[in-house]
C-alpha cells in the first residue's frame, strides 16, 4: 500500500505555452473522459510551484495510440457547451476524491 501513496504524491506537471508565448508550469490534476473524448484538468502554477486563486484548466487531451512515447496533444475547448460538461465532470470527480478521503480516514 505504500508504494501506491508514494506515487500519489508525486506531482505530475506540464510546461504550456501560452498564446502570448509565455510558458506556464501547471500539475496535472486528472485526465477525464466525458462522452467518448478525453480531457486533462491542470492546475497552473506560479514561480513558487504554488497556485494562490485555485482556478484550474481545461484541455482536450489526446494520445497517439501508435507511439505512445509521443508528446500528447491539447486542444483548447472553443465550445461553452462542451466546457460546462467537462466542469460538470470535474467537479464530480472532486466529490468522489473527497468521499474516497472520508471512507480512507
Not at 506515487?7 to 510546461?15: A, G, N, R, S
Not at 501547471?26 to 513558487?48: F, H, M, Q, R, S
Request: glycine share 4%.
Amino acid at each position: 500500500m505504500a508504494n501506491q501513496k508514494d506515487y500519489e504524491d508525486e506531482e505530475m506537471t506540464v510546461e504550456l505555452e501560452l498564446e502570448d508565448g509565455s510558458i506556464v508550469n501547471c500539475a496535472v490534476i486528472t485526465i477525464l473522459a466525458v462522452e467518448g473524448k478525453d480531457y486533462i484538468v491542470l492546475l497552473p502554477l506560479d514561480e513558487n510551484g504554488e497556485n494562490e486563486d485555485g482556478e484550474v484548466w481545461f484541455y482536450g487531451y489526446s494520445e497517439n495510440p501508435d507511439d505512445p512515447n509521443e508528446e500528447p496533444e491539447l486542444s483548447f475547448i472553443e465550445d461553452d457547451e462542451e466546457y460546462e460538461r467537462v466542469a460538470d465532470a470535474f467537479d464530480e470527480y472532486l466529490d468522489s476524491c473527497e468521499f474516497d478521503e472520508l471512507v480512507d480516514e
